[in-house]
């Protein structure tokens, strides 16, 4: 069995009481009518946390590529820049000019996926204590965790290098400290090039999500099919 039309349409599985059955037959119908309905905020609820990357197959049409800039690494660290990238389209918003509440809610409000790389313990928990109630109640998939379940461990770039991603020779090698030296000269100095190359930084950062994401996405469906269906378990 591989989908859940298999799993309904058997009378009796293997290991599971016919109660048990029943149980999960009625809450596949709901998953099937939420899905239908595009409620991707109910899987998030039901959903396990490690499983959310299967998300990105039926809601990955609507996502948001996150990644934030920060003075520091603790949740008071003032972010600088964020970053949103919805799979074709950049936004950016910049502190003290529209690094807002508001105007987070107006770019996250409506998508139905977020994808972030350390984003469960970096990003998302910083934005939210910053910007109370800006992210929205969706699946939230940090690509950490799925690239890792790959044998794709560490830092954000030196990942994209493994697999053979390229960034711009002007951002190519930055890390999180350059990052926080830009702010600072565009913050008591007001170089501009410096707030635009931490701007490009950032950019990139999302951008790669994206890809990183499709690469997650597709192994870990192939490997759980060949698992599914060498075994007989449901998908």
Same mark, same amino acid.
């Given at each position: 069995?591989?989908?859940? *039309? $298999?799993?309904?349409?058997?009378? &009796? !599985?293997?290991?599971?009481? *016919? ?7 009625? =809450? ?7 899905? *239908? ?17 299967? +998300?990105?197959? =039926?809601?990955?049409?609507? !996502? ?11 949740? /008071? ?8 990238? $919805?799979?074709? &389209? ?52 940090? %690509? &950490?965790?799925?690239? /890792?379940?790959?044998? %794709? ?12 991603? *390229?960034?711009? &020779? ?9 990052? !926080?030296? %830009?702010?600072?000269?565009? =913050? ?14 950032? =950019?990139?950062? +999302? ?11 597709? %192994? ?16």
């Amino acid at each position: 069995m591989l989908t859940w *039309e $298999d799993f309904e349409a058997e009378d &009796r !599985v293997k290991g599971i009481s *016919e109660e048990s059955k029943s149980r999960m037959d009625r =809450e596949l119908e709901v998953a099937a009518s939420r899905l *239908e309905a595009r409620d991707s905020a109910y899987f998030a609820r039901t959903v396990s946390r490690r499983e959310h990357w299967r +998300c990105l197959g =039926e809601f990955g049409r609507s !996502v948001a590529f996150v990644d934030i800039e920060t003075t520091g690494l603790s949740l /008071r660290s003032p972010i600088t820049v964020l970053g949103i990238f $919805d799979g074709s &389209r950049m936004h950016t918003l910049v502190r003290g000019r529209d690094l807002n509440t508001h105007n987070i809610k107006a770019l996250l409000g409506s998508v139905e996926l977020i994808v972030t790389y350390n984003g469960a313990s970096f990003d998302i928990p910083i934005i939210e204590s910053q910007f109370e109630g800006a992210i929205p109640r969706v699946p939230h998939v940090d %690509l &950490r965790y799925p690239l /890792r379940r790959l044998g %794709l461990a560490g830092g954000l770039k030196r990942i994209e290098r493994e697999l053979g991603l *390229e960034r711009d &020779r002007r951002v190519e090698y930055m890390t999180g400290e350059d990052a !926080v030296y %830009l702010w600072r000269l565009w =913050e008591r100095e007001g170089k501009r090039n410096a707030l635009d190359l931490l701007i490009e930084y950032n =950019e990139a950062d +999302c951008k790669n999500l994206k890809t990183l994401a499709k690469h997650a996405y597709g %192994l870990l469906k192939r490997r759980t099919f060949e698992s599914a269906s060498s075994s007989g378990n449901v998908e």
